[in-house]
């Protein structure tokens, strides 16, 4: 059962450019929704985090965008650099009702051309 | 360094074998999580520690796993008998009872 799914698997950017990823849950109970870069052989780091009472965050070029009503959250990341090059998860979990175990989505890959 | 550490850091096995994994937390944090990483996919829930306490385990644990967290301090995750479907990265990860999660660098297990 595949709560969390992410979209797309890949995507090419010119740098400069900006990255689009979205996700999409069907657990209506999930309440935080937090977005994991990783490089290869690398384990995930943690980018940024959204709560559902918030519509939108911005952390330096990174921004979520969530839309409750639609069970949707996306990552943008602005001005995006060759560094950017990484997979990105979102994941999402219940905080409080199951321990905060993270439910991640299959990842996007994102090749960020110089 | 503060952040979660993970030992071995890459372990070869033959089918057959037992192997064992150690995490240490970020010292102040009293939860602790086990991923499961295959290639191309995202990271799956394991088992999660609230000091020693072991809260809860996923269906992915069969009986061959078992995790420990004595003292509530390090934690390390056995495969007895392993397989070649064990062939995975498995990830560490601590946190403040709910706070955000904080993953080591996991450990690639290869079965042969």
């Known amino acids: 059962q595949q709560q969390v799914k992410q979209s797309p698997q890949s995507l090419i950017v010119q740098k400069g450019g900006i990255s689009i990823i979205n996700c999409a849950y069907e657990?209506?109970?999930?309440?935080?929704f937090p977005w994991y870069q990783q490089f290869p052989g690398k384990g995930p780091a943690l980018l940024i985090a959204i709560r559902p009472d918030v519509s939108e965050k911005k952390e330096g070029r990174f921004t979520i965008s969530f839309n409750k009503s639609a069970k949707q959250f996306s990552l943008h990341i602005m001005d995006s650099q060759p560094g950017d090059s990484a997979t990105y998860f979102c994941?999402?979990?219940?905080?409080?009702?199951?321990?905060?175990?993270?439910?991640f989505g299959g990842g996007t890959r994102v090749l960020v051309k110089p | 360094d503060t952040g979660v550490s993970q030992d071995p850091r890459h372990k070869i096995t033959k089918r057959g074998q037992n192997v064992t994994f150690r995490c240490d937390p970020i010292?102040?944090?009293?939860?602790l999580y086990w991923y499961r990483q295959t290639l191309g996919q995202g990271p799956e829930f394991l088992t999660y520690f609230q000091n020693e306490a072991q809260l809860e385990k996923s269906r992915l644990l069969s009986d061959r796993f078992s995790a420990e967290r004595p003292k509530g301090s390090f934690s390390t995750l056995e495969i007895q008998r392993t397989e070649q479907g064990d062939s995975a990265m498995y990830l560490c990860?601590?946190?403040?009872?709910?706070?955000?999660?904080?993953f080591g660098p996991g450990t690639r297990l290869t079965v042969t």
């Open positions: 010292s102040e944090h009293n939860r």
């Open positions: 657990n209506t109970a999930f309440d935080y």
């Open positions: 990860a601590s946190s403040r009872q709910n706070y955000e999660q904080y």
């Open positions: 994941a999402a979990s219940r905080v409080k009702a199951a321990g905060n175990k993270l439910t």
